[in-house]
């Protein structure tokens, strides 16, 4: 909605772990800020001194490996996390996304002659229950619980494909051929947009991701 101030509920498997890793390191974070909060506002309002602190190896040595410390209790689950998103294990269903001004068109590449175009619907043609800026007249059908890998480029410049609910952003670049590997965990409908500018109309090229059953599919 509208006053949402979080992420987007997660619908695969990776945008789950990135929730996780999120809230990790603002637990540490939160954690950290009231710890060095209270000891400024301790130094502020008292002037107490401790005489075997004025100058101490042991106590520069513990806040020295201490931070270390939470940087690699912060870094580790960010390399998994990377190498996760990175890793295509034998997926199910090829399709290519081409990125246009100002427009999406997608290709399945596992069926002959599968291709179409995607548009924004414009706001005079939408009906009462679409949402604005956001729906397009032919959207990504695919089957739940199945492994997509999906192949992104461009035809003109950079575009950058993007659905925060699956966790997942992609530069489609000019001349190249970018890849990512996503399964999503339950049916819907999902939405994103362009999120490289990439030109006048960037803001009116959305993506929308149909979910279905893979018995219908």
């Known amino acids: ?61 513990i806040w020295t490996i201490l931070p270390a410390v939470i940087l690699i209790l912060i870094a580790l689950p960010s390399l998994r996390i990377l190498y996760i998103m990175d890793e295509v294990n034998n997926p199910m269903i090829s399709i290519k996304s081409i990125g246009h001004q ?20 414009p706001t005079k043609d939408l009906n009462s229950f679409n949402f604005r800026l956001l729906e397009v007249d032919n959207r990504i059908i695919i089957p739940f619980m199945t492994q997509i890998r999906l192949i992104v480029t461009s035809a003109d410049v950079i575009h950058s494909w993007t659905i925060p609910s699956l966790g997942m952003k992609i530069d489609g670049t000019p001349g190249r051929l970018n890849q990512i590997n996503f399964s999503i965990n339950r049916t819907g409908i999902f939405y994103g947009q362009c999120s490289e500018i990439c030109g006048a109309n960037h803001s009116f090229m959305p993506i929308v991701i149909e979910s279905i059953s893979p018995y219908f599919f």
Do not use: C
Request: net charge negative; hydrophobic share 50%.
């Open 1 to 61: 909605t509208w006053k949402t101030i979080l992420l987007q509920d997660s619908a695969s498997p990776l945008m789950e772990q990135l929730l996780f890793f999120h809230d990790h390191t603002m637990m540490i974070l939160i954690i950290i800020t009231i710890l060095v909060s209270q000891m400024l506002l301790s130094m502020i309002f008292n002037s107490f001194i401790h005489r075997f602190l004025l100058e101490g190896q042991l106590i520069e040595l």
């Open 102 to 121: 100002w427009y999406w068109t997608y290709e399945y590449s596992d069926y002959k002659n599968l291709n179409f175009d995607s548009y924004m619907i």
